[in-house]
Structures are given as C-alpha cells and as structure tokens.
C-alpha cells in the first residue's frame, strides 16, 4: 500500500477550470496503477481517469475525456487532473486511488482493484 494525499479542490463555476493533486508517498515499487475516481450524493462511486507510473498510457471516461487531463511527476511523486469546462455535474469529491505493486493486464478505467485511497478533496461546479 501507499500514502495518498489529495489536494486543489474548491468551487467554481461553470467553464471554469481547476488541478487536483495527489501525492503518493512512501511506494517503493516501480508498477502502480493510479486512478481518479469521484462519487457525487446519492450515486455510486466511478472511476474519472487512470495512469500507469511505467508508460504513458492514460484512460478516460467517456463523461470526462477531452476536458480531464491525467498526469503525474514521477520526480514529485505526484500525481495530477486537470480538469477544464467543468460542469454542474462535475460535482463530487474525488479521490485518488492506487494499486501497488500493479500486476493486472491493464491499468485502464475499468480496473478496480486499488488497494490505496485517499481522503478525497470536494470539487463543487455551480451553473
């Protein structure tokens, strides 16, 4: 397991534009899966977007890609969404998660096997 620590929520207003951080401490190993993930009232958790720390794929949903960037400083251990035109919808807490060490097939959004979370940073979009 790792140390996540999220950071760079806040409110803003539609169209607007805000970057998250998360830092994960203390891994030691060289394959983790990380992810985005947010839940909003009343509805159920989901994944927003996934890194591999050993390439450069990233992944997205379908409600968030072309606005959401995934990214990370492997030299800050840090991991980043930037999260441009947001929308009311957008509203949620979000969480960073991690899988370490990651041995599945495919760090893609539709993993859900972390074994690290954060405690997550509120994110509220008002129209």
């Known amino acids: 397991q790792v140390q996540l620590a999220e950071s760079g929520g806040g409110s803003v207003q539609a169209g607007g534009s805000l970057r998250l951080s998360c830092v994960v401490a203390?891994?030691?190993?060289?394959?983790?899966?990380l992810a985005w993930f947010r839940q909003a009232p009343g509805k159920e958790r989901e994944a927003v977007a996934t890194?591999?720390?050993?390439?450069?794929?990233?992944d997205y949903a379908s409600a968030v890609k072309g606005r959401f960037t995934i990214s990370q400083d492997n030299a800050k251990k840090t991991m980043y969404l930037q999260m441009n035109s947001l929308e009311p919808d957008d509203t949620a807490m979000y969480y960073c998660?991690?899988?370490?060490?990651?041995?599945?097939?495919?760090?893609?959004?539709?993993?859900?096997?972390?074994?690290?979370w954060g405690r997550g940073t509120q994110v509220t979009v008002s129209s």
């Open positions: 203390d891994y030691t190993y060289s394959s983790v899966c």
């Open positions: 890194t591999y720390n050993g390439g450069p794929s990233t």
């Open positions: 998660a991690a899988r370490s060490p990651f041995r599945g097939s495919a760090c893609n959004i539709y993993y859900g096997n972390y074994n690290s």
